[in-house]
């Protein structure tokens, strides 16, 4: 999905495929096709992902790649300004000029999910420009301010890759988890409503527990638990509105053998109680 922000200064559909605007708050874990630098303009956050929580405080640049799985929290008093890059237009004249080699490591996961940049590293006070610059640059809209903004884009990227706070991964190596992965995903999708564990994944692929768990977290952005509980809780979803079968019921044919644990995992996945998501 594209991300929503708030106050946008320019349309997604801008001539360089950039848009500037502040960063919208909600409790669900999100991805967006764009990549995105966000600038904590002030108070604190936590940016959550399949590698664990990362503190954000005011004045803390971070870097998000395309498609990346996660969350923003304890967000309350936060004001985050974000410029979003979107790669997916092929005629975007900003494909012309950066590298192809980074475009399709951006677009396919090829790279660093995630980056943080605090106030105390060098390559800071270089990205915060370039943030502000095309901030008002996109606001103002002068003359030829395309370039401008263009120019600031392809500077934040240098930043990032020449100190590698961003890093391409070898695409091979990376081949070879995807299918390990998928061994792995296979298997679950066909056991998850049964009592499944790790050790009984790894031992039915034939891959180590700890690998399993690191495949997880490399390439989906989330842990085994979250990935096994997240296919029992849309299941359940599905029988709640295509069945009469009491919730007790669907809470164990969807692979919970407690009502409690699925009510509170179902209300804090969906923010409803199951209940509320039938009735609506």
């Excluded at 995630?114 to 060098?122: G, L, T, V, Y």
Aim: hydrophobic share 40%; charged share 20%; proline share 2%.
């Amino acid at each position: 999905m594209s991300i929503e922000l708030l106050n946008a200064t320019s349309a997604s559909n801008s001539a360089f495929r950039v848009v500037c605007g502040e960063m919208t708050w909600n409790d669900k874990s999100i991805s967006h096709t764009e990549a995105l630098f966000g600038h904590v303009r002030s108070g604190n956050a936590t940016f959550e992902n399949g590698d664990g929580g990362h503190h954000l405080q005011s004045g803390d640049i971070y870097f998000v790649s395309p498609n990346t799985k996660y969350r923003l929290t304890g967000s309350d008093n936060a004001k985050i300004d974000v410029v979003t890059i979107n790669f997916s237009n092929p005629a975007a004249v900003t494909q012309d000029y950066l590298p192809q080699s980074i475009i399709r490591a951006l677009i396919n996961g090829n790279c660093t999910s995630f980056a943080h940049i605090s106030a105390r590293d060098s390559a800071h006070p270089v990205l915060l420009d370039c943030i502000n610059t095309a901030t008002r640059a996109e606001k103002d809209k002068s003359d030829f301010f395309q370039l401008l903004v263009y120019g600031k884009m392809y500077e934040a990227f240098y930043e990032l890759f020449s100190n590698n706070y961003v890093r391409i991964v070898d695409v091979e190596s990376k081949s070879k988890k995807y299918r390990a992965l998928m061994r792995v995903t296979n298997y679950i999708d066909e056991h998850y409503i049964d009592g499944l564990s790790l050790d009984e994944v790894a031992a039915s692929t034939g891959i180590s527990r700890y690998y399993v768990s690191h495949l997880f977290k490399e390439l989906m952005n989330t842990t085994f638990v979250g990935y096994v509980n997240e296919l029992r809780l849309n299941r359940a979803a599905m029988l709640l509105v295509t069945t009469d079968s009491p919730i007790i019921e669907i809470a164990a044919m969807s692979g919970f053998n407690n009502l409690s644990n699925f009510n509170r995992a179902f209300k804090l996945h969906f923010n409803k109680t199951p209940s509320a998501y039938r009735k609506a």
